[in-house]
T-cell receptor
Framework: AQKVTQAQTEISVVEKEDVTLDCVYETRDTTYYLFWYKQPPSGELVFLIRRNSFDEQNEISGRYSWNFQKSTSSFNFTITASQVVDSAVYFCALSEANGRSQGNLIFGKGTKLSVKP | ETGVTQTPRHLVMGMTNKKSLKCEQHLGHNAMYWYKQSAKKPLELMFVYSLEERVENNSVPSRFSPECPNSSHLFLHLHTLQPEDSALYLC???????????????FGNGTRLTVT
């Protein structure tokens, strides 16, 4: 069965600190996709990144970076030099490519990040 | 127009009421979804529509009834709800539903539902 675990329920940092949000997933499928979404107080989930299971290259987008390691089934998200506007709940999600539930997103419980000035 | 619009933003209803949540997407996507977000629980997929056909019903109680009249609109009809149904209901759309696309979902702001 698929499962996504975000062990950190809440994290609080001071502006300009770096912070890493952890994500561990479980799947029996060999082809799958991993996602990160951001949910600000307004409620709308904002798509940040999608990675497929065959691409383990780390990715950097501005202050955001993602570390995908199949060996540990992890897809961690790091924000460098955090800002107050980064305060939100961040969700990691898994989508499988095969089977009845293909395409369905399975979400972790989310990590609430608070960045204080 | 934002990509995915949900109305109303907030809804309070009694257990005997009938109400509907509305979702509209302006992205030309082919798949639409209803998710439920309760406090301290992961987002739960409720229904999936692909090209206006329901392709997933995740063991959702019959007091929730979805409707997808066309690829741009999705409704969730509610009747005789329970207090535990209080949650944020999120609508989403994606270009295509399944592999090999596994397109990212675009979400609306949600409807905050309170059942009294």
């Amino acid at each position: 069965a698929q499962k996504v675990t975000q062990a950190q329920t809440e994290i609080s940092v001071v502006e300009k600190e770096d912070v890493t949000l952890d994500c561990v997933y479980e799947t029996r499928d060999t082809t799958y996709y991993l996602f990160w979404y951001k949910q600000p107080p307004s409620g709308e989930l904002v798509f940040l990144i999608r990675r497929n299971s065959f691409d383990e290259q780390n990715e950097i987008s501005g202050r955001y970076s993602w570390n995908f390691q199949k060996s540990t089934s992890s897809f961690n998200f790091t924000i460098t030099a955090s800002q107050v506007v980064d305060s939100a709940v961040y969700f990691c999600a898994l989508s499988e490519a095969n089977g009845r539930s293909q395409g369905n997103l399975i979400f972790g419980k989310g990590t609430k990040l608070s960045v204080k000035p | 127009e934002t990509g995915v619009t949900q109305t109303p933003r907030h809804l309070v209803m009694g257990m005997t009421n009938k109400k509907s949540l509305k979702c509209e997407q302006h992205l030309g996507h082919n798949a639409m979804y209803w998710y439920k977000q309760s406090a301290k629980k992961p987002l739960e997929l409720m229904f999936v529509y692909s090209l206006e056909e329901r392709v997933e019903n995740n063991s959702v109680p019959s007091r929730f009834s979805p409707e997808c009249p066309n690829s741009s609109h999705l409704f969730l009809h509610l009747h005789t709800l329970q207090p535990e149904d209080s949650a944020l209901y999120l609508c989403a759309s994606s270009q295509d539903r399944a592999a090999p696309y596994n397109s990212p979902l675009h979400f609306g702001n949600g409807t905050r539902l309170t059942v009294t």
